[in-house]
């Protein structure tokens, strides 16, 4: 049976409708304007971040350019939008040389270097040039892997000139560097090429007698400020278990500054200028080279560094004096006089400790030494990787944790691994001297 409907129920209906629907057009136009704003908000956070870069050789007709546009157009590409072609620095001002100039090769009618020499740089780069051979990277870094016998052997024709340049370096005193690298000699070059070879090979002598390699940290052909600048650069070498500056890096307070907020750290400020408002955190070049509040400029990378923490023991470098003032001077844009007084204090007590240590494990197999019991060969058994890991790897791990702030690498890739090698070593010992008593 058919029921009469309310009139008072149907108007209530239909205003409810009316709210329900005027409420969803209003969602809609809210969300779409929100959908907008958002867009616009993306748009102008994308072009803060990636402004337009400039192609300085967008219209060259400089004939290498051309030509090298159809050939190697990555190449022109990157070097298009670097300061040096902002600069107009033409492609032979690098590469162009003369015909009987050492290295140079036939090309197009004229003579090339195919890899510019720090002679080419030098002409620009005079101060920079001057410091990077007075460094770390320069010939110490090729002859920790050669050893001097070995400079003589590759450049035995202008040897005692590069020796005496090395005698010049602070560093070229220092007696366990100028020995050959055993494992060096024992891989050969088909492996050396990709391993040792890549990184030492920043401090090889050049034909034209200039030493080293600016492409390293400076990668071809953009010579990024950035690029040079970020601390991915230098884990290229500086990794691994024997000097694990990189990943000591992340896990200190300074790596994780970098880790979280680097994106908004100013890369591209004009060299010599740098304060806590363009790195308000410490990255590789700003402790070790970069000019940070009264600290200048350096590109010798040893020159802020009080210890030689690469060594089996380490001895503190000529001049540190010195070198812990300008070090600190770095500091102290962030730290107090405190803080950095117990830090280098704590640091110095720690280095020393695992000189001890070093030690100890050398007075551990002091009698297969003297009783012949260890053969002369590098290498060869067990004894000889155990005894070169714990200061290679583990001692020098833990000297760097501490100086990085790596807690990690100063205990478990540090000390633990030092004291788990040396009672292997006591064990090894004494089973050899037992053995040799039969």
Same mark, same amino acid.
């Given at each position: 049976? %058919?029921?009469? *409907?309310?009139?008072?129920?149907?108007?209530?209906?239909?205003?409810?409708? &009316?709210?329900?629907?005027?409420?969803?057009?209003?969602?809609?136009?809210?969300?779409?304007?929100?959908?907008? #704003?958002?867009?616009?908000?993306?748009?102008?956070?994308?072009?803060?971040?990636?402004?337009?870069?400039?192609? %300085?050789?967008?219209?060259?007709?400089?004939?290498?350019?051309?030509? =090298?546009?159809?050939?190697?157009?990555?190449?022109?590409?990157?070097?298009?939008?670097?300061?040096?072609?902002? %600069?107009?620095?033409?492609?032979?001002?690098?590469?162009?040389?003369?015909? @009987?100039?050492?290295? *140079?090769? %036939?090309?197009?009618?004229?003579?090339?270097?195919?890899?510019?020499?720090?002679? #080419?740089? /030098?002409?620009?780069?005079?101060?920079?040039?001057?410091?990077?051979?007075?460094?770390?990277?320069?010939? !110490?870094?090729?002859?920790?892997?050669?050893?001097?016998?070995?400079?003589?052997?590759?450049?035995?024709?202008?040897?005692?000139?590069?020796?005496? #340049?090395?005698?010049?370096?602070?560093?070229?005193?220092?007696?366990?560097?100028? #020995? &050959?690298?055993?494992?060096?000699?024992?891989?050969?070059?088909?492996?050396? $090429?990709?391993?040792?070879?890549?990184?030492?090979?920043?401090?090889?002598?050049?034909?034209?007698? *200039?030493?080293? +390699?600016? +492409?390293?940290?400076?990668?071809?052909?953009?010579?990024?400020?950035?690029?040079? $600048?970020?601390?991915?650069?230098?884990?290229?070498?500086?990794?691994? !278990?024997?000097?694990?500056?990189?990943?000591?890096?992340? /896990? *200190?307070?300074?790596?994780?500054?970098?880790?979280?907020?680097?994106?908004?750290?100013?890369? /591209?400020?004009?060299?010599?200028?740098?304060?806590?408002?363009?790195? !308000?955190?410490?990255?590789?070049?700003?402790?070790?080279?970069?000019?940070?509040?009264?600290?200048?400029?350096?590109? @010798?990378?040893?020159?802020?560094?009080?210890?030689?923490?690469?060594?089996?023991?380490?001895?503190?470098? !000529?001049?540190?004096?010195?070198?812990?003032?300008?070090?600190?001077?770095?500091?102290?844009?962030?730290?107090? $006089?405190?803080?950095?007084?117990?830090?280098?204090?704590?640091?110095?007590?720690?280095?020393?400790?695992?000189?001890?240590?070093?030690?100890?494990? @050398?007075?551990?197999?002091?009698?297969?030494? /003297?009783?012949?019991?260890?053969?002369?060969?590098?290498?060869?058994?067990?004894?000889?990787?155990?005894?070169?890991?714990?200061?290679?790897?583990?001692? $020098?791990?833990?000297?760097?944790?501490?100086?990085?702030?790596?807690?990690?690498?100063?205990?478990? =890739?540090?000390?633990?691994?030092?004291?788990?090698?040396?009672?292997?070593?006591?064990?090894?010992?004494?089973?050899?001297?037992?053995?040799?008593?039969?």
């Amino acid at each position: 049976m %058919a029921t009469e *409907s309310n009139p008072d129920e149907s108007r209530n209906l239909i205003q409810t409708t &009316r709210v329900l629907v005027i409420g969803l057009a209003i969602v809609i136009v809210v969300l779409g304007l929100a959908l907008i #704003m958002v867009g616009i908000g993306q748009s102008l956070i994308q072009t803060a971040v990636l402004p337009e870069r400039v192609n %300085a050789l967008a219209n060259s007709d400089d004939e290498c350019v051309v030509c =090298h546009k159809r050939t190697t157009p990555g190449i022109v590409e990157q070097y298009g939008h670097s300061t040096m072609a902002a %600069a107009e620095v033409a492609c032979q001002n690098c590469h162009e040389v003369k015909a @009987d100039y050492p290295g *140079s090769v %036939a090309h197009e009618g004229t003579y090339v270097l195919g890899s510019p020499t720090t002679a #080419m740089c /030098e002409k620009c780069h005079t101060t920079e040039v001057a410091q990077f051979n007075q460094s770390r990277h320069s010939l !110490p870094a090729y002859i920790a892997m050669w050893g001097v016998d070995g400079l003589q052997e590759q450049h035995s024709e202008n040897f005692e000139d590069l020796l005496a #340049m090395y005698e010049a370096i602070p560093e070229g005193s220092f007696n366990p560097d100028q #020995m &050959r690298n055993a494992l060096f000699v024992i891989e050969g070059p088909d492996v050396t $090429r990709f391993a040792c070879q890549d990184c030492h090979n920043v401090g090889r002598p050049n034909l034209d007698g *200039s030493i080293g +390699q600016c +492409q390293k940290c400076h990668l071809r052909h953009e010579f990024s400020l950035e690029q040079a $600048r970020k601390p991915e650069t230098c884990n290229h070498c500086h990794i691994g !278990p024997d000097h694990p500056q990189w990943e000591i890096y992340q /896990e *200190s307070p300074h790596g994780i500054a970098y880790a979280t907020g680097g994106h908004n750290w100013h890369w /591209e400020a004009e060299a010599g200028t740098l304060t806590v408002q363009d790195f !308000p955190a410490a990255t590789c070049a700003i402790c070790h080279m970069s000019g940070f509040g009264t600290a200048s400029t350096t590109h @010798d990378v040893g020159d802020r560094l009080t210890w030689y923490l690469f060594a089996p023991i380490s001895e503190h470098r !000529p001049g540190w004096q010195d070198n812990k003032v300008r070090m600190q001077a770095v500091c102290q844009e962030c730290h107090n $006089r405190e803080f950095i007084d117990t830090f280098y204090t704590d640091a110095d007590k720690l280095t020393e400790a695992i000189n001890t240590w070093v030690i100890e494990s @050398d007075e551990i197999v002091a009698p297969l030494k /003297e009783k012949g019991l260890l053969t002369a060969q590098p290498f060869d058994e067990p004894i000889d990787f155990t005894y070169f890991n714990l200061w290679h790897h583990w001692g $020098r791990t833990a000297k760097f944790g501490a100086w990085m702030q790596g807690p990690d690498y100063v205990q478990w =890739h540090g000390a633990y691994e030092i004291l788990h090698d040396m009672a292997e070593l006591r064990t090894m010992t004494t089973e050899k001297l037992k053995q040799a008593s039969e």
